[in-house]
Each structure stands twice: as structure tokens, then as C-alpha cells.
């Protein structure tokens, strides 16, 4: 499935993060923190202005980003955990 998202929104795949502690104990997916970075898999046209213009996207696909623990939506594509965000729930990209 193709998504394409609407305005100024951006679809994240989440990184998967597991957790090892100190002795090798490898945490469940239950007990670990949310990860609160993605990968961009798809960016919406931007925001549309009262000019009729669109802003630009401060984010393209395969950028990885940063954004907030409880931030977006979630849901599943095709066998992949995925999240649409709003480009003002993104807080950093990074390099």
C-alpha cells in the first residue's frame, strides 16, 4: 500500500530500539520505552498559506527524525508499525 499524506504531515517508521542491560539481559518490547525516533517513509505537500501557496517540508524521506514520546498516531501498513506526525511534532532531524 502507498500512503500519501495531507498537508503538513509525515508518515515515520519507528526505529526499533532493544534494550540490553548491564549483564546481556535483553528487555522486553512491553517494558522498553517508546522510541522517539524515525525513519521518513513519506512527506505531505506542506502546509497550505492564506497566499494559496504551499510551505515547504523541513523534513524528506529517509531523513530520521526526532519527536515527542506520545506524539502522532499510530497504526500498521502491510506488516510495519508506522506513525503520521505533524511537521510541528517533529523536534529535530538527525545528521
Known sequence: MVLKPLGDRVV?????????VRGGIVLPESAAEKPTEGTVV????GELLDSGERAPMPV?????????????TDFEVDG????????????????
Open 12 to 20: 515515520v517508521e519507528p526505529l526499533e530500539e532493544r534494550e540490553v
Open 42 to 45: 513519506a512527506v505531505g505537500p
Open 60 to 72: 524528506k524521506v529517509g531523513e530520521v527524525v526526532l519527536y515527542g514520546k506520545w506524539s502522532g
Open 80 to 95: 510495519r508499525e508506522l506513525k503520521i506526525l505533524s511537521v510541528s511534532d517533529l523536534m529535530a532531524v538527525r545528521e
